[in-house]
């Protein structure tokens, strides 16, 4: 009887599918025909919250995009994924944002996938400095159905889940999850270090280095380039004297929302440090977890010699130096530092070193901010916005962490 019952819910599930085939699958599925409104999706792994597409010609749409949370100036990222019907088809997209040029949308190129892992840079058509004015983005004719596109060279959280699963079985790599975002995401931390080092813990050099802006993907490929780095043949020395932590999403839930700069609370994550210490009162959610942990750290008997902010802006990478205690007298003055960057970058990724004294961003930045509460070396490492892959991103990650194995030489004293 039970055979019998299974082939008939089988013979009524194909009769549905039939039918759902004849009344939805022809219009949307079928071969050459033009993009409509419901082949978008803005809610994937690289989302828009409140981003609004109408279709306005052939393969021709506009997209009215929504703005960051308690930011009604801030445009959330211009990213959306076509889910079936993209092969044969061009597309042509013009992007506005009513709120304001604040941060405007179209400040970075965007890239585009077919399978959200090899990106293909795209650029804007003219650069506009008026986002209620817009500008475009013009695709070539799609070879296949399905395509991703996201701001700079995308990461989605799912990329970066998929990845601390392979180097959490590395036996140098200890995987912390500090705590969950509002959006129940793992905010995870990676500590690289070579456990069978005889140097003791004290000993060894600490680097922590993280990314604030959600948006600056770029900055986080630089820092997946240092880890893997750290993790070859090369970095066996790095290892075996420093420790290294890497936070590459701090505001997890941002990149399925489209939010630039900003976690759910609306906080600009570098503008959400408090030197006078963590605090559950004054801090949003995620910037209070991080800070939590750096400062556990910071309490350990292996505190942070330097703590690098990641992001990205203009040009090549620009990294901007604060100096504390150890600079100029256990390791060189940063101009060696300088030195080392320039000697280890033939391909002109990375400016040359600058420094700054006084503080920019103020105390709220993780790098003012760190700077304050413990005087150790901070450095604001920016640009990269001309650097249009994911590949030439990472070796601009290599460059660093290189340049750092060689300037922070030895071990404490
Ligand atoms: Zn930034």
């Given amino acids: 009887m039970a055979l019998v019952g299974n082939k008939r819910c089988k013979e009524a599930a194909v009769a549905i599918q039939l039918w759902l085939g004849v009344v939805f699958a022809a219009p949307l599925g079928e071969a050459g ?68 040029n604040e941060f405007r949308f179209n400040e970075y190129f965007h890239s585009w996938s077919y399978d959200g892992k090899n990106w293909t840079p795209i650029h804007w058509e003219r650069d506009s400095k008026d986002s209620k004015e817009g500008d475009t983005l013009k695709f070539p004719v799609f070879e296949q159905d399905t395509v991703y596109c996201g701001l700079q060279v995308p990461m989605s959280y799912e990329d970066l889940v998929e990845m601390v699963g392979v180097w959490e079985k590395n036996p140098n790599v200890k995987v912390y999850i500090i705590g969950r975002s509002v959006g129940k995401r793992n905010i995870y931390r990676l500590e690289v270090t070579d456990p069978k080092s005889p140097v003791p813990e004290e000993k060894r050099w600490v680097h922590y280095f993280t990314n604030q802006h959600p948006g600056e993907h770029n900055a986080q490929w630089r ?31 941002a990149p399925s929302h489209g939010w630039y700069r900003t976690n759910s609370e609306g906080s600009d994550m570098n503008r959400a440090y408090r030197p006078a210490g963590s605090n559950r009162q004054e801090q949003t959610h995620e910037p209070y977890l991080c800070q939590v942990d750096f400062e556990k750290i910071m309490a350990s008997k292996a505190p942070a010699t330097s703590c690098w902010s990641f992001h990205t802006w203009g040009g090549v990478v620009d990294p901007i130096f ?30 040359p070193l600058s420094y700054r ?57």
């Fill in 223 to 253: 820092m997946v380039g240092m880890l893997e780095w750290l993790l070859s043949d090369e970095g066996a020395d790095l290892r075996r004297r420093s420790i290294c932590h890497f936070l590459i999403m701090t505001s997890p839930d």
């Fill in 33 to 100: 025909a033009e993009l409509s409104v419901a082949d978008f999706k803005f809610d994937g792994p690289l989302g828009s919250d409140g981003a609004v597409i109408e279709k306005i010609g052939t393969n021709h749409f506009k997209m009215t995009l929504g703005h960051a949370p308690g930011h009604p100036t801030w445009a959330n990222n211009c990213q959306f994924q076509i889910v079936r019907n993209a092969k044969g088809n061009s597309l042509t997209l013009d992007v506005v944002f009513l709120g304001g």
């Fill in 322 to 351: 604060t100096s504390g205690p150890e600079i100029g007298k256990i390791i060189g003055p940063a101009s060696e530092f300088a030195q080392i960057l320039e000697r280890n970058d033939p391909n002109d990724l990375v400016k």
């Fill in 357 to 413: 004294k006084e503080a920019k961003y103020g105390s709220t930045s993780w790098t003012d901010g760190p700077h304050m509460q413990f005087g150790i070396t901070t450095i604001l490492c920016e640009g990269a916005a001309v650097i249009y892959t994911k590949e030439k991103n990472m070796e601009s990650g290599g460059v660093l962490i290189k340049s750092l194995a060689e300037y922070w030489k030895g071990t404490k004293p």
